[in-house]
């Protein structure tokens, strides 16, 4: 039996979800107020619980390829952002879009979609330094009608051909330290062409970081609670384990490990851009009865 020495549990402030996400689940629970169903093109947010509690208000996901099939009804866009074949196909389908696409993500939207248009006199290559196949991403390259290059890392920087100009935009939820990197990378290796960079990481994500270092060094133990599907919650989880190396990921109560304990003395619990604070909130409830003993 494990004799727990835990004596302090905190949860870090700045965790929980950003405001584009807040606003997105406004949208959705005040319809939902008026009406006992929506639709909502794809997870409303990376994370199972969230989902859940949603889905059982009548928030319904559904596919890009479910979406493409329908007619007369009401759709929400999440925060992430779509690409324009979504508002063509609504329009022309009778489908009403309740558009809660982050103010963030609308103007970097806007901002590629200028450049493509004005870049293709010049043959300019746009480049967005974001996670392929992410929701948000495809959004973005939706305004270049597909041609932006999506990169992940250095690594990918072999795709460009460097004998023509080069515009590089970034997903929003990426983070600083690594959009540096590529930068100067991509610097050294385009020397005799036009590069343009420009660092549109949402500030609201980007401060986290400094944040969760300060808070992460602070425990024996870090909990990093996020859904799975979450890139900003693999990025942030990423920083804490680089300052704390005793740091372990969880979705869900049922993925906690009693044997994490053993001698543990304080744990902090944090997470990402989409993970609501009520699971936060649970995690450590879930802790401090583990503690007492209610929970074996």
């Not at 402030?13 to 093109?41: M, N, P, T, W, Y």
Request: charged letters at 25%; aromatic letters at 8%; hydrophobic letters at 35%.
């Amino acid at each position: 039996m494990i004799r727990y020495f835990l004596m302090k549990i905190e949860i870090d402030k700045g965790s929980g979800f950003c405001f584009g996400v807040v606003e997105a689940i406004r949208r959705a629970e005040e319809r939902l107020g008026q009406d006992s169903h929506l639709f909502c093109l794809g997870d409303i947010v990376h994370n199972n619980s969230e989902v859940e509690r949603l889905s059982k208000k009548g928030l319904e996901t559904i596919s890009h390829e479910q979406f493409f099939s329908m007619r007369d009804t009401t759709v929400l866009l999440r925060a992430h952002g779509e690409p324009p074949e979504i508002y063509a196909y609504a329009e022309a389908n009778n489908i009403k879009l309740i558009d809660a696409t982050c103010p963030v993500v609308l103007k970097l939207q806007k901002r590629i979609l200028k450049s493509y248009e004005s870049g293709t006199k010049d043959d300019t290559q746009l480049v967005i330094y974001g996670k392929k196949g992410h929701a948000e991403v495809n959004g973005l390259v939706g305004q270049t009608k597909g041609s932006a290059l999506v990169v992940e890392g250095i690594e990918d920087l072999r795709q460009l051909d460097y004998s023509r100009p080069i515009v590089l935009y970034s997903q929003t939820t990426k983070g600083l330290e690594g959009l540096h990197h590529l930068s100067e990378e991509l610097k050294s290796k385009a020397s005799e062409v036009s590069i343009k960079i420009h660092d549109t990481i949402c500030r609201q994500v980007a401060n986290r970081i400094p944040g969760i270092k300060k808070f992460a060094v602070r425990f024996d133990l870090i909990l990093f609670v996020s859904g799975k599907k979450s890139s900003n919650g693999k990025m942030l989880f990423d920083i804490c384990s680089a300052v704390n190396p005793n740091s372990k990921f969880i979705s869900e109560l049922n993925e906690i490990e009693s044997e994490w304990f053993h001698n543990i003395e304080s744990v902090g619990i944090c997470g990402a851009t989409s993970t609501p604070k009520h699971l936060l909130e649970e995690v450590a409830s879930y802790l401090q009865q583990m503690v007492s003993g209610e929970i074996v």
